[in-house]
């Protein structure tokens, strides 16, 4: 199959490696130079386009399957709403209008829609309630993903993505040096989110579906961060609940939003599609890092 991943980055070029050794056709489209070259060092195909320029599409082959995976940068939601609702839209009106139309649509979004459930179980069935602006945003281009798209003939699918960690975002030192907040942490590996993605497109499955794509154990922060700290061979890091940090009066507003935003994300729709986890929990999925940070702390 042709395969077109717009905004081919952490994700993304996981997710072509992964198509790419399985026979198929890929393109990956970036913005900057940067990207670009990153994505021959994947060794795929890459084209250089923005999902806010409708022109610039022009330039991408056709694609069975589109893969939707950009970023906004980290900017605000205004940019948000630019990539990922107008994108979408701008993505879908080129692709579905060319006489080689994809068949299949995947939209990667955020667990960040739920908002806070005060640490209860959610799943697909659970309405989304974003706290944020740029949670919205992500909510409202998650009906366009697959409502505009099921509008231009295109089965669309959303991806929903915990936290997303794995080579070069382990992030050891956050969870080591502390202080660690209280509240749950739920996780998928860079490759899982990739892989997941690649089950839905090469088993056709998840039609029109939303999905949450996360591993077997949403994890306690504090258990998390001592056994990470077993592991590495440090001292468990300090502690502080929920109360304590929002007391001190030190946190950004985005860290204070984080903090009390508490859920425990099911896979069970992900288990029953079929998807078998390369890493069902933390523990698998952290070991390289470990290693490699006892073997940096004896060289």
Not at 184 to 203: K, P, Q, S
Not at 291 to 296: G, I
């Amino acid at each position: 199959m042709r395969v077109v991943v717009l905004g081919c980055g952490y994700v993304g070029l996981e997710l072509g490696r992964q198509l790419s050794a399985a026979g198929h056709d890929v393109t990956g489209v970036r913005r900057s130079e940067e990207g670009l070259r990153a994505v021959e060092a994947a060794g795929f195909e890459a084209v250089r386009a923005d999902v806010t320029e409708a022109e610039s599409l022009a330039a991408v082959p056709d694609a069975d399957w589109l893969v939707f995976a950009a970023s906004s940068g980290g900017r605000d939601a205004e940019a948000a709403r630019r990539v990922f609702v107008e994108g979408v839209r701008t993505a879908l009106d080129e692709f579905a209008a060319r006489e080689s139309a994809p068949d299949r649509f995947v939209y990667t979004s955020s667990t960040g829609v739920y908002g806070d459930h005060g640490g209860d179980w959610v799943d697909e069935s659970t309405p989304v309630e974003p706290t944020t602006e740029k949670t919205r945003v992500l909510a409202e281009a998650e009906r366009v993903a697959r409502e505009y798209a099921a509008n231009r003939g295109v089965d669309g699918t959303v991806a929903r993505f915990a936290g997303l960690y794995g080579p070069g975002r382990y992030r050891l030192e956050r969870y080591l040096e502390g202080p660690v907040t209280e509240g749950y942490l739920n996780m998928i590996h860079r490759d899982d989110a990739a892989g997941a993605v690649a089950h839905f497109l090469t088993e056709d499955r998840a039609r029109d579906e939303v999905v949450l794509v996360v591993d077997d154990e949403p994890a306690s922060k504090w258990a998390f961060a001592d056994w990470l700290a077993d592991r590495c061979g440090v001292e468990r890091p300090p502690k502080r609940t929920k109360e304590e940090r929002l007391a001190a009066g030190e946190l950004s507003e985005a860290a204070r939003r984080r903090i009390l935003t508490s859920k425990r994300c099911s896979n069970a729709r992900l288990r029953e599609l079929g998807y078998a986890l390369r890493y069902p929990t933390y523990r698998e999925g952290y070991q390289d890092a470990v290693v490699a940070y006892r073997e940096r702390r004896s060289a």
